[in-house]
């Protein structure tokens, strides 16, 4: 089983408002990521947890905030967010964070920012 | 970042043809990973290579690592509908612990 989860599917906030993006996997992976993907780009690396400790953020803004409650759970924080920032957000995983081992992925949220 | 070369940005083919893209890069990668993206949804591994020179078949696509490390390609034979997406090589490189990623190669099929 290869399955990373994601919710919500779909999410509209306004500039002003506090949201959640939630990510599951149980396959035992103990790296797991947060990207931003636009429209026909390939996805944008955010944030890098290994064995629930932040690894890596990509000078990510502020208004982004990630969260590894465990190993299986992952969740982005949003809030006062901008139009720019509307994109499909992806959840990753791998069994550790080095090049032998492979990422998969949730399905996204899309994000719709207004 | 740094990205990796991938080629045709976009093809159109009709059912039942074959297909090959690559990527290249100008450093040595010690992993290729080649996925598959549906419009809406999120990328899907098809297949992952670790050796130079190594060639894996996944159903009707098949993918090398090149020889010199530097490049990769991707080729599905005998095309389908289902085929339509978007194709994007990743890979490592030396000691980054982040995925590079190509810039996709949109692929449209004619029935």
């Known amino acids: 089983d290869t399955e990373v989860t994601q919710t919500p599917k779909h999410l509209v906030m306004g500039m002003t408002n506090k949201k959640s993006l939630k990510c599951e996997q149980h396959?035992?992976?103990?790296?797991m990521y947060w990207y931003k993907q636009k429209a026909k780009k390939p996805p944008e690396l955010m944030f890098v947890?290994?064995?629930?400790?932040?690894?890596i953020n990509e000078s990510v803004p502020s208004r982004f905030s990630p969260e590894c409650p465990n190993s299986s759970l992952l969740n982005l924080h949003l809030h006062a967010l901008q139009p720019e920032d509307s994109a499909l957000y992806l959840c990753?995983?791998?069994?550790?964070?080095?090049?032998?081992?492979?990422?998969?992925f949730g399905p996204g949220t899309r994000l719709t920012v207004t | 970042g740094q990205q990796l070369n991938q080629s045709p940005q976009s093809m159109f083919i009709q059912e039942g043809e074959d297909v090959s893209m690559n990527c290249t890069s100008s450093s040595i990668f010690n992993t290729w990973l080649w996925y598959k993206q549906d419009p809406g949804e999120g990328p899907v591994l098809l297949i992952a290579l670790y050796k130079a020179g190594e060639l894996t078949s996944n159903g009707r696509l098949t993918a090398q690592f090149g020889i010199t490390r530097k490049d990769s390609f991707l080729n599905i034979s005998a095309s389908i509908p289902s085929d339509v997406g978007i194709y994007f090589c990743a890979g490592y490189a030396g000691n980054n612990r982040k995925l590079i990623w190509g810039l996709g190669t949109s692929l449209a099929v004619n029935p």
């Open positions: 396959m035992g992976h103990r790296a």
């Open positions: 990753a995983s791998s069994q550790r964070d080095r090049d032998s081992y492979e990422q998969y």
């Open positions: 947890y290994s064995y629930e400790k932040l690894s």
